[in-house]
T-cell receptor, first 114, second 115 residues
């Protein structure tokens, strides 16, 4: 099983450019999440989704948008990239069936904004 | 609001030694879940161990065990007979036991196992 797959793995953008990060999971999980990881800050939740067609804001949602048009995909968009968005981005998913189940993570996307 | 605190940003121990990583949390909830995740240099986070707050018995997974002190809101991770492959970032995490499925992560402890 592939689990959680993130594309791309690396990307360099110029300030003001836009891009979309794709997260795909093949575990039929209801919940999906986008985090950013910065040195000394741990993981901070950007947006999350509890089901197809639904999204919600996390701890640091400004400057990002998300969409969950299909259950298996969760897209994270940067409309106008800023240097402060340089980070490693992680997608995760989890099942609704048993609340003690952990999240399954992707390998991360390293994004640099110049 | 729930918070998770890991007071040790970085630790180093010799191979085969035992090491304990600290984690404290703050919540008004009575029922919840606690997790320890490992993030090796490859970056993908993997679950090490989990604990349900309603269980008094400390969870154990091979060389990994926890010391769960509910009254003190403490959830430390003990790694016995540490191995070079244990070198990683370790994150403590908290999840409430209700429909809200958000997980709160600590800032992590970077653990170095020295040969």
């Amino acid at each position: 099983n592939a689990g959680v797959t993130q594309t791309p793995k690396f990307r360099v953008l110029k300030t003001g450019q836009s891009m979309t990060l794709l997260c795909a999971q093949d575990m039929n999980h209801e919940y999906m999440y986008w985090y950013r990881q910065d040195p000394g800050m741990g993981l901070r939740l950007i947006h999350y989704s509890v089901g197809e067609g639904t999204t919600a804001k996390g701890e640091v949602p400004d400057g990002y948008n998300v969409s969950r048009l299909k259950k298996q995909n969760f897209l994270l968009g940067l409309e106008s990239a800023a240097p402060s968005q340089t980070s490693v981005y992680f997608c995760a998913s989890s099942t609704r069936d048993r609340l003690n189940q952990p999240q399954h993570f992707g390998d991360g996307t390293r994004l640099s904004i110049l | 609001a729930q918070t998770v605190t890991q007071s040790q940003p970085e630790m180093s121990v010799q191979e085969a030694e035992t090491v304990t990583l600290s984690c404290t949390y703050d919540t008004s909830e009575n029922n919840y879940y606690l997790f320890w995740y490992k993030q090796p240099p490859s970056r993908r986070m993997i679950l090490v161990i989990r604990q349900e707050a309603y269980k008094q018995q400390n969870a154990t997974e091979n060389r990994f065990s926890v010391n769960f002190q509910k009254a003190a809101k403490s959830f430390s991770l003990k790694i016995s007979d540490s191995q070079l492959g244990d070198t990683a970032m370790y994150f403590c995490a908290f999840k409430r036991m209700n429909r809200d499925d958000k997980i709160i992560f600590g800032k992590g402890t970077r653990l170095h196992i020295l040969p």
